[in-house]
């Protein structure tokens, strides 16, 4: 597990925490989440039928642990998780802090965001759901975005699949789902840089 910053919560500092590659290292951690987990945790952990979902569940929830744990200087299983009616968690204990989190799946990947920031979003996605991605974002995505996406020729399927990633990720700082805000928030996407193409559903432009 790596911390991309290992120092302490500093403003305008986004800090990333990712999976181990190596399998050894991965299942060792599985192993360490399984004592980490509170009752609510393993009892969602006991209703899913998957292993693939229960292996992406438990690791997903061990490294956002880890990384708290990190930030906040205490230990892993201290930690006690909220979660808001949009499924977003927030952090109810052992102390209330200034910070935001995200968590984010995707294939067997997790990725923790942390920053002391309020409203965090990240989203993680596999590159081999782009075409299904261009597939809805030509029924569903703002107006401006559709008309793009019909010029972005062989890029077509990859842009939507970014459009959508950032559209995930402000949907989860707000708390809300993707469903909620998909046609909503309209962005631009281009070779070198992401802009808004609507205005932004909550605070000023510069905060995002």
């Not at 911390?3 to 599985?30: F, I, K, M, N, Y």
């Amino acid at each position: 597990m790596q911390g991309v910053e290992e120092a302490g919560l500093g403003e305008d500092v986004l800090h990333l925490w990712c999976l181990p590659q190596d399998a050894r290292s991965r299942e060792q951690l599985t192993e360490e989440g399984l004592l980490l987990l509170s009752p609510g945790e393993r009892q969602t952990l006991a209703g899913m039928s998957s292993n693939a979902r229960v292996r992406s569940f438990l690791l997903g929830r061990t490294l956002l642990r880890r990384a708290l744990a990190h930030h906040l200087d205490c230990a892993p299983q201290d930690l006690v998780f909220g979660e808001r009616e949009g499924g977003k968690l927030y952090l109810v204990g052992p102390e209330v802090c200034s910070c935001d989190f995200s968590l984010s799946h995707a294939r067997g990947e997790s990725l923790v965001a942390v920053a002391r920031a309020v409203g965090l979003g990240i989203d993680l996605e596999a590159e081999n759901r782009s075409s299904q991605v261009l597939k809805i974002a030509r029924r569903l995505f703002a107006q401006d975005e559709r008309r793009h996406l019909e010029f972005a020729g062989a890029q077509a399927a990859t842009q939507a699949l970014c459009l959508w990633t950032l559209k995930e990720a402000v949907t989860k700082a707000l708390g809300e789902t993707i469903w909620q805000a998909v046609g909503q928030t309209a962005f631009s996407v281009g070779a070198m840089e992401l802009g808004w193409l609507s205005a932004p559903p909550r605070g000023k432009l510069q905060d995002w």
